[in-house]
């Protein structure tokens, strides 16, 4: 039994850990990386901390397993992590340990500079979203639950479009996108740019 809820603050431990554990093109990363919090630092913690309301959360018998998490306002929200998400993260990574694995490097260079989404893309499709559930809520339909949820939040909100970059290597992901009503826009290194319009 899988129920959609809202996001509780004593949620963040499972945002960072689903993150985690399929953030390898919808793989486990864990062997990737030394520090288990950098990949949610960047694609899922600052929703939770920054943008609540726009997480929802799916959850089983055995605990939340699966996510979505974005903004309304890709502008908006880049500003308010520059404001209050980055600068303790830099501090925190600003004499990096020599543990650290390539990927961490990765992710700490991406923390100091972050990359902006394509420019055309936001104007277009103003919102963007992240997605990702532990393999056991695969397959079963709740990835559509949880878009539809949140797509019914963001047209209530008057938002006219919604974007989301794929890894390209992720084929699963960008097929369920596809089947999804998300349309390929543009492909930049691997990230592929997907968008789906709610008004014009
Ligand atoms: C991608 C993901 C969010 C999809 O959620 P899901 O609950 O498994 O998908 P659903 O069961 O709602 O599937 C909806 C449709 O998408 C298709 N689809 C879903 N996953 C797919 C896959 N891996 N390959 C091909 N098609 C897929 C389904 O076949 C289904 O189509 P149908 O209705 O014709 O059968 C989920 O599998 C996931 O979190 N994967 C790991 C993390 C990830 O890759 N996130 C996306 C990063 S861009």
């Known amino acids: 039994m899988v129920t959609i809820r809202g996001y509780r603050p004593d949620d963040l431990p499972a945002l960072y850990d689903i993150c ?3 953030g390898a093109s919808g793989q486990d990363a864990t062997a990737l990386h030394s520090d288990r919090d950098l990949i949610g ?29 974005g903004t309304f306002d890709t502008d908006g ?3 308010r992590e520059e404001r209050d998400w980055w600068p303790a ?7 990096p340990s020599p543990a650290l694995t390539a990927a961490d490097r990765q992710r700490i260079a991406a923390i100091r500079t972050p990359e902006r989404n394509p420019a055309d893309i936001v104007a277009a499709y103003p919102a963007h979203i992240h997605m990702n559930l ?6 079963q339909g709740v990835g559509t639950m949880l878009l539809q949820r949140w797509v019914s939040m963001a047209e209530a909100a ?31 290194g691997r990230t592929v740019w997907m968008g789906m319009k709610l008004k014009d």
Do not use: C
């Not at 960047?42 to 699966?66: K, N, R, S, T």
């Not at 993260?89 to 004499?95: F, V």
């Not at 532990?134 to 397959?139: A, E, F, N, V």
């Open 89 to 95: 993260l830099r501090q925190r990574y600003a004499e």
């Open 134 to 139: 532990r393999s056991r809520l695969r397959g």
């Open 20 to 22: 985690l554990t399929t």
């Open 158 to 188: 008057g938002v006219k479009g919604i974007h989301l970059g794929a890894n390209a290597s992720n084929v699963g992901g960008v097929a369920f996108w596809q089947r999804s009503g998300f349309v390929p826009l543009q492909t930049i």
């Open 77 to 79: 929200f880049a500003a």
């Open 41 to 69: 630092q960047l694609y899922a913690a600052p929703y939770g901390v920054l943008e609540p309301e726009q997480v929802l959360l799916a959850e089983d018998d055995l605990g939340v397993a699966g996510y979505i998490v």
